[in-house]
């Protein structure tokens, strides 16, 4: 399973970003996925989930309302849109597919990531 995630950049704060996710290879539509960043100079974070089938989420109480985190029907490819943005939102941000079909927030319960897309926020 290959993860590529795309749609990084430079953007103002209180700006918009729509991050994409896009499985490839051996892909099931039957495994929940979720987002992580890593902040310069700290560790990697857990910042939103989603199940298999796209009906329940969860997200890290610091984006709680500013962004939204959403599959296609076809299951392969994910998204994040990110509204409202701060310049605490910079980060690299990661894509993973989680083991189970319903969204862990633990980073040790998935076991594909991709490559990363890196965002700035700038005050």
């Known amino acids: 399973v290959q993860l590529q995630a795309s749609g990084g950049g430079l953007v103002q704060a209180g700006g918009s970003l729509r991050l994409s996710c896009e499985a490839s290879g051996r892909t099931s539509s039957n495994n929940a996925m979720g987002w992580f960043r890593q902040p310069p100079g700290q560790d990697r974070e857990f910042v939103a989930t989603?199940?298999?089938?796209?009906?329940?989420?969860r997200y890290a109480e610091s984006v709680k309302g500013r962004f939204t985190v959403s599959r296609a029907k076809a299951a392969s490819t994910v998204y994040l849109q990110m509204n409202r943005l701060k310049p605490e939102d910079t980060a690299v941000y990661y894509c993973?597919?989680?083991?189970?079909?319903?969204?862990?927030?633990?980073?040790?319960?998935?076991?594909?990531w991709g490559q990363g897309t890196l965002v700035t926020v700038s005050s």
């Open positions: 989603i199940s298999w089938d796209g009906a329940s989420t």
């Open positions: 993973a597919r989680a083991r189970s079909s319903y969204g862990p927030t633990s980073q040790s319960d998935y076991n594909y």
